[in-house]
């Protein structure tokens, strides 16, 4: 079954797209509503509104081929180390950034077998966009 | 429920759509703009295939200078930008843009945001 994902932002030319997935908004919204986090999670939709690169800001997660479509948002200011692992889907010109899952407190650089595994779960998502 | 969830996810992205306030927005706009210098810094790094330690050596700075600018923790300096200029051959082409025009638009985003969340999941 797909899961569903709503619109949260667009850039001004509607060419990209921040979406949420409904069944995780109420652990993710709290989450980047935080303070200091707010002021991250701002940073970062302008970088993907504007289409700039910053992989200290978001980056593809290249855990393998199954999951070649899951991006990470980082946040890392006030020694935090957490993720947001988003979907990339495009569709023509449109790109849809959809945020999945939040995971909080990233011990080291490596990716666990646990979280390999989830992140490649998230590849096989299939969505139901409603912008 | 999920009109519930909807009707948090509209009130939660107006809080984050709000006015912080002066120093703040500055602050954010100096990072951003920063951003924009660094976003073109790291397309030509990856199409020369330069890691970031590389891409230290290249203007004799450390790696973790680096990685405190990408995060925003510092800002930019323009002698930064000049040796990244100077080691790639580049020139930062810059113009300015009237925010007048850039307003209106935003402001009919936001209409037309909330319209289609009207239209959509927060009706359902």
Sequence with gaps: ?131 | MNSNINERIKKDFEKSLAFIDTKEDLEYDARMIMYRFLSEIERIADKKGLNRKELAALIGTSPSYLTQLFRGNKLINMETIAKFQSVFNITFDIKAISNNVEKVSNDQNINKLNDTQNNIGLTA
């Design chain 1, 1 to 131: 079954m797909k899961r569903k994902a709503i619109l949260i932002d667009h850039n001004k030319h509607r060419t990209t797209f921040i979406m949420i997935d409904i069944l995780n908004a109420n652990e993710i919204l709290p989450y980047i509503m935080q303070d200091n986090v707010d002021k991250e999670f701002r940073e970062i939709r302008e970088l993907l509104k504007e289409n700039l690169r910053n992989k200290e800001k978001y980056k593809k997660t290249d855990v393998s081929e199954k999951a070649k479509n899951i991006y990470e948002m980082r946040f890392v200011r006030n020694n935090r180390n957490d993720r947001i692992y988003c979907q990339e889907i495009s569709f023509g010109a449109k790109r849809f950034i959809v945020m999945i899952e939040l995971f909080v407190g990233k011990k080291t650089q490596n990716i666990s077998k646990r979280i390999k595994s989830r992140i490649e779960t998230m590849g096989g998502f299939e969505y139901e966009l409603e912008y």
